[in-house]
């Protein structure tokens, strides 16, 4: 009878908690939390000369897109593809370093927003010489390598990599690695397989930075579940190498989504020497705190306790830098993207770099939110259960109504036959042309 008793209690408390939820969510987006354009990177000219200039090379796994402005979607290509694009980011002084400066409206706005200035997509050999021209402009003979998170559009991968540029003020010839992610948090489950997807072409890429001459030396910055993706194509390079080149100096873990018993393991599989780690954590972080649940109740690397027992001393033993953002405010709802959002922490990025060393600003709807909050999206995400959950609170806003649909559509059966890969690429010419290795 108490059991019963108790039973009622806690699901009172859990509808009026949803409530709580709900009320606040509503709150939120009533107080001017809205959605930014989409489908930005359609060039436009040039009308801010003065405006600072990011040109940076990508390399991704995604598909085409068909639609003008969105370049790529968020489905698996069979092969990568090359694209270098420009951003331009306004010298005004209104912007706040750390903010990516959306345009209200289309076309942007170079005087005042981010905007594209080009966007084409490359061969491998023009995009050999894109890095080639590009680290030649470099002082030191850099690349700077950044992995995206979980919940990522193609173009929130571009200007979050141009603002983090930007605002770091690093020097270093700027590429971009970004994987399929639908740009949902209804999609964690099928985010994290585009990771384990990605994770050949990734090595392939570091391998070709390692044996080019003209590069002397690599930093990678890797975000969320992009540092499963980092970790993973680091350790099977170390396997097959027997080794880390020593010109990968420097590898920044940011708020990364890996359990931390997977990570002492592939720490140790590097063997040494090894990069020198920057562990970014927050034991605030809420995006970790849901994953945790998600994946049998064990800590995630991004928000331990960096001083107490064992990882005090297992971080010190790996020559592992910690640098606890816990007490940071600045960043998104969830205290996920901190590092990219802080100005101190930003600046911090480019230091270490220069002295030889949401993240996701994806649009996530109402509804997304309230779903994550409340049913733990993660544990069903991408399956039939999960968007049975979620179809109450697609009625919410645009955006979850498009994440909705587009995970609906990825459920339901497929329609005509698979677009052919058109990359110029062939298996020949590897790992010129970021061809998968066998494992």
């Known amino acids: 009878m108490s059991e019963q008793r108790s039973n009622g209690h806690d699901s009172r408390l859990s509808v009026a908690w949803f409530r709580r939820v709900l009320f606040c969510s509503i709150l939120a987006v009533a107080s001017g939390c809205g959605s930014h354009p989409k489908d930005v990177l359609t060039p436009v000219a040039d009308t801010a000369p003065q405006s600072n200039k990011i040109d940076m090379l990508i390399a991704t796994t995604r598909s085409r897109s068909a639609i003008p402005g969105q370049m790529f979607t968020g489905e698996r290509a069979r092969k990568p593809t090359f694209a270098e694009i420009t951003v331009s980011i306004p010298t005004d002084g209104k912007r706040k370093v750390g903010e990516v400066a959306w345009p209200k409206k289309l076309p942007s706005n170079p005087a005042t927003d981010f905007a594209t200035l080009k966007a084409d997509e490359l061969s491998v050999d023009e995009a050999k010489s894109w890095l080639s021209a590009s680290v030649r402009k470099s002082p030191d003979g850099s690349v700077l390598v950044f992995i995206h998170g979980f919940n990522t559009k193609f173009e929130d991968s571009v200007y979050r990599f141009a603002q983090i540029v930007n605002d770091s003020r690093v020097r270093s010839a700027p590429i971009l690695i970004t994987w399929p992610s639908r740009g949902s948090l209804l999609a ?30 690599v930093s990678i910055l890797a975000h969320s579940m992009g540092n499963w993706l980092t970790l993973e194509a680091l350790r099977q390079m170390a396997i097959r190498n027997g080794s880390l080149p020593v010109k990968f100096k420097n590898v920044m873990l940011a708020a990364p989504d890996v359990d931390v018993d997977v990570f002492r393991s592939q720490i140790v599989d590097m063997g040494e020497p090894h990069p020198q780690f920057t562990l970014f954590v927050s034991r605030d972080d809420k995006a970790l705190a849901v994953s945790r649940r998600v994946w049998g109740d064990v800590a995630r690397l991004g928000s331990i306790d960096p001083e107490q027992a064992p990882y005090k001393q297992e971080l010190a033993d790996h020559k592992v830098t910690v640098i606890d953002l816990t007490k940071v405010k600045a960043g998104d709802r969830l205290n996920h993207g901190k590092f990219a ?12 770099i220069s002295d030889g060393q949401t993240l996701t600003d994806s649009r996530v709807g109402l509804g997304d939110k309230i779903l994550a909050a409340t049913t733990g999206t993660a544990a069903t995400a991408g399956n039939a259960a999960g968007l049975l ?12 109504r498009d994440n909705y649909a587009n995970q609906l559509n990825a459920l339901g059966p497929k329609t005509g036959s698979r677009p052919k890969a058109t990359s110029k690429c062939k298996a020949a010419s590897a790992p010129d042309c970021m061809k998968q290795p066998n494992t």
Do not use: C
């Not at 994290?192 to 072409?201: G, H, I, L, Q």
């Not at 090595?203 to 590069?215: G, H, I, K, P, S």
């Not at 100005?343 to 911090?348: A, G, K, N, T, Y």
């Not at 959950?389 to 979850?400: F, H, I, N």
């Open 188 to 217: 964690y489950g099928y985010d994290r397989e585009s990771t384990n997807y990605t994770r050949n072409a990734l090595e392939t890429m570091f391998q070709y930075l390692a044996n080019d001459r003209e590069v002397k030396e």
């Open 341 to 352: 959002e802080s100005p101190e922490i930003v600046r911090l990025i480019g230091a270490r």
């Open 389 to 400: 959950l979620a179809a109450p609170v697609a009625l919410v806003d645009q955006d979850t």
